[in-house]
Antibody, heavy 125, light 109 residues
């Protein structure tokens, strides 16, 4: 069974850096799936932050690109990927989810089939 | 950026009734990349429909999706008590890709 688990500080100070990690179990991260971060806030609904491939290639939401960095560790002993969002403000307060792109044997569908349970990150002094 | 508009915002129905949820895109969307999710309070979204009309693994056949171009629909043929939740559509487009979500439809009893 594929499982994703977010971890990181639940409180970040304004102008600081939000750092989260998503631990993946039950799935090989060396396959062709992309791995994404999505956040959800009452004011903006669901917002895709960006994605990372096992190769290390990334794509980011243009609205966040200047502040986002993602990385990945596909070593089977430490299957995880990470998010850093810098210069945070109160507008970055949200529940942050990590998610896997759904791929069949033939192709990928740019949908998310497995999600972490989410982690609430509050930006406040 | 493609904007997805879902309607209605809230849909009030009873168990056993049929629910029809709409997702309209600001420009044409590839059917291959139109997705529906269900979300219950305190939970992550759950994949229901991908490729506009294909049910994800384990999704009951009372859920169906259809549409093309700018207009997509999720139908729940006979509502069960566990179906009352918020439903989101999502699309992907472009190279590099960009994912956007609708604002959601709350299905309430």
């Amino acid at each position: 069974q594929v499982q994703l688990q977010e971890s990181g500080p639940g409180l970040v100070k304004p102008a600081g850096t939000l750092s989260l990690t998503c631990a993946v179990s039950g799935a090989s991260m060396s396959r062709n799936n992309w791995w994404s971060w999505v956040r959800q806030s009452p004011g903006k609904g669901l917002e895709w932050i960006g994605q990372i491939h096992p190769s290390g290639n990334t794509n980011y939401n243009p609205s966040l690109r200047s502040r986002v960095t993602m990385s990945i560790d596909t070593d089977t002993s430490k299957s995880q990927f990470s998010l850093k969002l810098n210069s945070v403000t109160a507008a970055d307060t949200a529940v942050y989810y990590c998610a896997r792109e759904y791929c069949s044997a033939e192709r990928c569908y740019m949908s998310f089939d497995y999600w972490g349970q989410g982690i609430l990150v509050t930006v406040s002094s | 950026e493609i904007v997805l508009t879902q309607s209605p915002g809230t849909l009030s129905l009873s168990p056993g009734e049929r629910a029809t949820l709409s997702c309209r895109a600001s420009q044409s969307v590839s059917s291959n990349f139109l997705t529906w999710y269900q979300q219950k309070p305190g939970q992550a979204p759950r994949l229901l429909i991908y490729g506009a009309s294909s049910r994800a693994t384990g999704i009951p056949d009372r859920f169906s999706g259809r549409g093309s171009g700018t207009d997509f629909t999720l139908t729940i043929s006979r509502l069960e008590p566990e179906d009352f939740a918020v439903y989101y559509c999502q699309q992907s487009d472009g190279s590099p890709p960009m994912f956007t979500f609708g604002q959601g439809t709350k299905l309430e009893i």
